[in-house]
């Protein structure tokens, strides 16, 4: 494996670009500022997390129901949810060096002190202290000022900024009067939704762990003010927790942090997040918090319109609490992507895996006919791959020699790899190798796509 943690980032990176997973962003532009395309393979694997997340959440349970609401909604949303007065980070310039930098997280790595919010107190330590700046190594600082981390547009016939949403769950709060008008929902229930989200953080990177535009897959669970909520709150934990262990991620490289109840906003009875051991070290992955009536209510008060629920069983009429399981689908990818990556000595040859579980996998299969310039094997070889390409994602290749290719469908994570050669033609029989333990098995053509179905479970 790689030595340390920098050069195992460094290495996902490379491979990440080198097998077409995720690109720079603009990358014939110069870059732009941490902005990333997810190739051909990365497509396929955030398609394939998406869908297992999707799968699980909405099509496996009877009480989840799926939106898919718009980015940009009427701005007075965010002004219910207090994102436009108070969806800041606190932001501070290095003087010397131009450089800008989270303020909060300055004063925390050099006094372990944490100040959120408190912008005067951040300034006099960051003076106070001489904390020095991290790029040039003098200290000094301006102001430390607010940043509204949403990004503004403008929209034809509004007058006002028009935002892109900094997260999913503001139009499922929007539309929770459509869902429990239009389905027969009753609570607890819960409205899930995939999409983009923007936010404008001051730094990002760490590759696709911090980025300015990206996905989340988020729920509201709407749950009874009279329910006991803790073991709801525990359950939505533990799916949360599975859900990173089947993207691979080992139990060892997963903790959770518990939002000490100081630091709470004030509607919010306890917030969880889920951190992953990610190469740089534990930061968040997912989050769990109960958000009380505090969304309901305020868009309720914005609106003007009723937002109570009635449940019929009691005849209560009441604003329901919620529950706000959230997982960011960039971050999931990294989890698959490093918790895959493994490095073994073949020989005298390293060969470089990409471990995905076999359901995340870009490709599931991948067809050679053992020699390009005969033309019988490359027709079997193409018969063979249409027999299999309806059921799932399939390669054809032919280039190079066949441990090339083995190299090559390792790298993606491709879990067999089909050969076809000449005793195929002869005996109806083609060579699966196995992704992980590299043997070889004869297989015979009639029964090779159930073989792939049953060992791709
Ligand atoms: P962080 O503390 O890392 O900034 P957060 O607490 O602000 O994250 P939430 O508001 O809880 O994050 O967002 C929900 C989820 O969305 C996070 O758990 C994470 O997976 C994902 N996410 C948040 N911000 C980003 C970002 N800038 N880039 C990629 N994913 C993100």
Same mark, same amino acid.
């Given at each position: 494996?790689?030595?340390?943690?920098?050069?195992?980032?460094?290495?996902?990176?490379?491979?990440?670009?080198?097998?077409?997973?995720?690109?720079?962003?603009?990358?014939?532009?110069?870059?732009?500022?941490?902005?990333?395309?997810?190739?051909?393979?990365?497509?396929?694997?955030?398609?394939?997390?998406?869908?297992?997340?999707?799968?699980?959440?909405?099509?496996?349970?009877?009480?989840?129901?799926?939106?898919?609401?718009?980015?940009?909604?009427?701005?007075?949303?965010?002004?219910?949810?207090?994102?436009?007065?108070?969806?800041?980070?606190?932001?501070?310039?290095?003087?010397?060096?131009?450089?800008?930098?989270?303020?909060?997280?300055?004063?925390?790595?050099?006094?372990?002190?944490?100040? /959120?919010?408190?912008?005067? =107190?951040?300034?006099?330590?960051? *003076? +106070?202290? $001489?904390?020095?700046?991290?790029?040039?190594? !003098?200290?000094?600082?301006?102001?430390?000022?607010?940043?509204?981390?949403?990004?503004?547009?403008?929209?034809?016939?509004?007058?006002?900024?028009?935002?892109?949403?900094?997260?999913?769950?503001?139009?499922?709060?929007?539309?929770?009067?459509?869902?429990?008008?239009?389905?027969?929902?009753?609570?607890?229930?819960?409205?899930?939704?995939?999409?983009?989200?923007?936010?404008?953080?001051?730094?990002?990177?760490?590759?696709?762990?911090?980025?300015?535009?990206?996905?989340?897959?988020?729920?509201?669970?709407?749950?009874?003010?009279?329910?006991?909520?803790?073991?709801?709150?525990?359950?939505?934990?533990?799916?949360? /927790?599975?859900?990173?262990? =089947?993207?691979?991620?080992?139990? *060892? +490289?997963? $903790?959770?942090?518990?939002?000490?109840?100081? !630091?709470?906003?004030?509607?919010?009875?306890?917030?969880?997040?889920?951190?992953?051991?990610?190469?740089?070290?534990?930061?968040?992955?997912?989050?769990?918090?109960?958000?009380?009536?505090?969304?309901?209510?305020?868009?309720?008060?914005?609106?003007?319109?009723?937002?109570?629920?009635?449940?019929?069983?009691?005849?209560?009429?009441?604003?329901?609490?919620?529950?706000?399981?959230?997982?960011?689908?960039?971050?999931?990818?990294?989890?698959?992507?490093?918790?895959?990556?493994?490095?073994?000595?073949?020989?005298?040859?390293?060969?470089?895996?990409?471990?995905?579980?076999?359901?995340?996998?870009?490709?599931?299969?991948?067809?050679?006919?053992?020699?390009?310039?005969?033309?019988?094997?490359?027709? $079997?070889?193409?018969?063979?791959?249409?027999?299999?390409?309806?059921?799932?994602?399939?390669?054809?290749?032919?280039?190079?020699?066949?441990?090339?290719?083995?190299?090559?469908?390792?790298?993606?994570?491709?879990?067999?790899?089909?050969?076809?050669?000449?005793?195929?033609?002869?005996?109806?029989?083609?060579?699966?190798?196995?992704?992980?333990?590299?043997?070889?098995?004869?297989?015979?053509?009639?029964?090779?796509?159930?073989?792939?179905?049953?060992?791709?479970?």
């Amino acid at each position: 494996m790689p030595k340390n943690n920098d050069d195992l980032m460094q290495k996902i990176v490379s491979l990440a670009k080198r097998r077409g997973f995720v690109f720079p962003g603009s990358e014939i532009y110069g870059g732009f500022a941490n902005s990333y395309s997810y190739g051909p393979y990365g497509t396929e694997l955030k398609n394939n997390i998406k869908n297992l997340w999707w799968k699980t959440f909405v099509s496996d349970r009877q009480d989840i129901v799926g939106l898919d609401g718009p980015i940009m909604l009427n701005p007075k949303v965010w002004e219910a949810s207090g994102h436009t007065s108070g969806f800041n980070d606190a932001m501070v310039d290095c003087k010397e060096c131009k450089k800008r930098f989270r303020a909060d997280h300055l004063v925390e790595q050099s006094t372990g002190r944490d100040l /959120e919010g408190d912008l005067k =107190a951040m300034s006099d330590i960051l *003076k +106070d202290e $001489k904390v020095k700046c991290p790029n040039c190594g !003098k200290s000094n600082w301006t102001e430390v000022r607010n940043f509204n981390m949403m990004f503004k547009t403008e929209m034809n016939g509004i007058d006002e900024p028009v935002y892109l949403r900094p997260e999913t769950a503001g139009a499922i709060f929007v539309d929770f009067k459509n869902v429990i008008d239009s389905m027969r929902v009753k609570i607890p229930f819960g409205i899930a939704q995939i999409g983009k989200a923007f936010r404008n953080e001051i730094i990002a990177g760490n590759f696709i762990f911090r980025l300015r535009e990206f996905e989340q897959m988020e729920i509201e669970y709407f749950i009874d003010p009279k329910t006991k909520w803790e073991p709801l709150f525990e359950e939505w934990l533990v799916a949360q /927790e599975k859900f990173a262990l =089947a993207l691979g991620a080992h139990k *060892k +490289d997963l $903790k959770k942090y518990e939002h000490p109840k100081e !630091k709470l906003s004030h509607y919010s009875k306890k917030t969880v997040d889920i951190e992953y051991n990610f190469p740089f070290g534990f930061s968040e992955l997912y989050g769990l918090a109960h958000r009380g009536d505090f969304d309901l209510t305020q868009h309720s008060k914005f609106s003007g319109e009723d937002l109570t629920y009635l449940d019929q069983a009691s005849n209560r009429k009441y604003i329901p609490h919620v529950l706000e399981p959230t997982f960011g689908v960039d971050r999931s990818v990294l989890v698959a992507l490093s918790s895959a990556y493994t490095e073994e000595a073949v020989g005298d040859e390293t060969r470089i895996v990409l471990k995905f579980p076999k359901n995340l996998a870009p490709i599931k299969a991948a067809i050679f006919p053992l020699l390009k310039n005969k033309e019988n094997l490359v027709s $079997k070889a193409k018969e063979v791959f249409d027999l299999l390409k309806g059921e799932f994602m399939c390669e054809f290749d032919d280039n190079g020699n066949i441990g090339k290719r083995y190299r090559r469908q390792d790298e993606i994570g491709t879990p067999y790899c089909v050969t076809i050669d000449f005793d195929t033609l002869a005996d109806g029989t083609v060579t699966v190798r196995d992704r992980d333990t590299m043997e070889q098995e004869r297989v015979s053509l009639d029964n090779l796509k159930d073989y792939l179905i049953k060992n791709l479970k």
